[in-house]
């Protein structure tokens, strides 16, 4: 592993794994296993067929489907060339659809199973779409391809192009290079952090949607740590049990995939001895779903990892050894910066606030998008002339560097001239004893301009009385943040990656103004 801490291209993982692991298996999906010889042999065919269609590099080819093992070894071999890759979230609607295809520009489209349909449906609206290859079609061809040698593409060549997943406006495509992705990996291992290291016979399990940098990335991970990635379409309970069947050693989950998992009526009965880490993010855990988590799965150390698509997945992580069954105040925070990233809390001119000063997180480090494709005004306004990124997260540091995230800056509820983060009173509220989820968002009022609402979720068998919500929050937060009405809903709207969305939520009470501020 530590062999491999200078490298920054997909290329020198492809011939140092087939080289010193080439009977190794890289990839399985259900009974097909992949070599990383075979896979590294497979990306000079992929890198033929893509020639073969007019691709070359600087272009973007497009996957829409749920994970496979070919959409990885697609594109694998298209970075190693040079050629980005553009994964299209498979529940997104057809509109959403088109409208990636068309800013992508991509001409050839590649379908997962049972989404050959989709993507010709979608020709009409996307017209620089000449080629449509579905799985079988796709392997096919692969096989039939030559065996060519290849030109590398350089760390700083881009490689893979993900889609926010927008919550406002049209989505944003940010643009990953090769060096995002590995760049990181050479100052952990210098720390001496374990969980840097790899052993030859780990597994991880790859089950987050492909189109996230929570799925993608950890393909990425396996691949680079040449270790075995197990590959399932889609996150289910039934799944996740199976892999660790199958000897997976690490995986990243939400902390709501997490739950469904040890509730599982399976997961008494499975050996969990396997599993070393697990990864978790988009929400805080909390207390409760832990302690039930490590009593389930007793060996493996969890570990909150904070990032987003724009800096290539995880740029802070609350490590194992401040995970506290007694829930400490460092429970409540999303961890330091990892070795390599320098995070600091900045205001709305971008000057850093003191420790314990709410601001926004700005972060710097290889892990920064090259920049949002075709939208220069955007990229400016996330990344400065010094490279650091604003995050859009609202938070506090301590004196000890750690992240306190207190919401996204763009939920933050403003009534009566008073800052309100919504995560502060749906912690307030979370202990209650009927409530199952809650979030909290802003609404008009024509008094306060915005008033704080509460829309929780019950505990099977219960029912909310509002008024004890109410009172339940103002026992424990101040008079202006407690919520001025509360909303019984069968279950809060989520996005494939399991996080809360908000504007769903919003969206009938602001529908009738111009401006979502009031």
């Not at 190794?24 to 990383?36: L, P, S, V």
């Not at 969980?195 to 990425?220: F, K, N, Q, S, Y």
């Not at 919500?469 to 509360?486: D, M, N, Q, T, Y």
């Given at each position: 592993m530590r062999e491999t801490a200078d490298f920054l291209t997909f290329d020198q993982f492809f011939r140092h794994w087939a080289q010193q692991r080439g009977d190794?298996?890289?990839?399985?999906?259900?009974?097909?296993?992949?070599?990383?010889a075979e896979m590294e042999r497979r990306s000079r065919q992929i890198a033929a067929l893509l020639a073969a269609l007019g691709v070359a590099k600087g272009d973007r080819i497009a996957w829409i489907g749920k994970n496979a093992d070919i959409y990885f070894q697609i594109f694998y071999a298209a970075a190693r060339i040079g050629v980005v890759m553009a994964p299209i979230g498979w529940r997104l609607a057809p509109a959403e659809m088109a409208y990636i295809l068309n800013d992508t520009g991509a001409r050839v489209v590649f379908a997962g199973d049972g989404f050959a349909d989709v993507v010709e449906g979608l020709r009409a609206a996307a017209p620089a779409v000449e080629h449509v290859l579905d799985e079988s079609t796709a392997r096919a061809a692969i096989a039939a391809a030559p065996v060519i040698e290849i030109t590398p593409a350089g760390p700083e060549d881009a490689a893979l192009q993900l889609y926010t997943s927008g919550t406002t406006g049209h989505p944003k495509g940010a643009v990953l290079c090769q060096r995002n992705f590995f760049g990181l990996?050479?100052?952990?291992?210098?720390?001496?952090?374990?969980?840097?290291?790899?052993?030859?016979?780990?597994?991880?399990?790859?089950?987050?949607?492909?189109?996230?940098?929570?799925?993608?990335?950890?393909?990425?991970?396996?691949?680079?740590?040449?270790?075995?990635?197990?590959?399932?379409?889609?996150f289910s309970a039934e799944g996740a049990l199976d892999g660790v069947a199958q000897g997976i050693t690490r995986f990243f989950i939400v902390p709501a995939a997490l739950q469904m998992l040890i509730q599982h009526p399976r997961a008494a009965q499975t050996d969990f001895s396997r599993l070393t880490y697990v990864l978790y993010g988009a929400a805080p855990?909390?207390?409760?779903?832990?302690?039930?988590?490590?009593?389930?799965?007793?060996?493996?150390?969890?570990?909150?990892?904070?990032?987003m698509t724009e800096t290539t997945g995880t740029i802070c992580v609350l490590p194992p050894d401040d995970h506290d069954m007694a829930g400490t105040a460092r429970m409540r925070s999303a961890?330091?910066?990892?070795?390599?990233?320098?995070?600091?809390?900045?205001?709305?001119?971008?000057?850093?606030?003191?420790?314990?000063?709410v601001g926004e997180i700005a972060a710097r480090s290889s892990n920064t998008m090259l920049h949002y494709w075709n939208l220069p005004d955007a990229t400016a306004r996330t990344v400065d002339g010094q490279g650091w990124l604003r995050t859009g997260d609202a938070a506090y540091m301590d004196e000890d560097g750690y992240i306190f995230i207190q919401d996204r800056i763009k939920d933050m509820i403003i009534t009566g001239g008073e800052n309100v983060y919504p995560a502060e009173v749906e912690s307030a509220i979370y202990g209650h004893p009927d409530i199952a989820e809650v979030a909290v968002i802003g609404v008009p009022d024509?008094?306060?301009?915005?008033?704080?609402k509460a829309c929780v979720v019950p505990k099977p068998g219960h029912s909310i009385d509002p008024d004890s919500?109410?009172?339940?929050?103002?026992?424990?937060?101040?008079?202006?943040?407690?919520?001025?009405?509360?909303d019984v809903i069968a279950a809060l709207p989520r996005n494939p990656t399991g996080k809360i969305m908000r504007r769903t939520l919003r969206e009938p009470y602001w529908a009738a103004l111009d401006r979502r501020v009031n």
């Open positions: 190794a298996i890289a990839h399985q999906e259900g009974d097909r296993q992949t070599t990383f990996r050479k100052p952990a291992l210098e720390a001496g952090l374990p969980w840097a290291e790899w052993a030859a016979d780990e597994a991880i399990l790859v089950c987050m949607p492909c189109a996230h940098i929570g799925g993608t990335g950890l393909g990425v991970m396996a691949f680079s740590g040449g270790v075995r990635a197990i590959i399932q379409a889609e855990i909390p207390l409760d779903l832990l302690r039930e988590a490590v009593t389930t799965i007793p060996n493996a150390r969890f570990m909150q990892c904070y990032g961890g330091k910066a990892v070795p390599g990233v320098d995070i600091r809390i900045v205001d709305a001119a971008g000057a850093e606030v003191p420790r314990g000063t024509a008094r306060w301009g915005e008033a704080v919500v109410i009172a339940w929050a103002r026992a424990r937060i101040a008079g202006f943040k407690v919520p001025k009405s509360i």
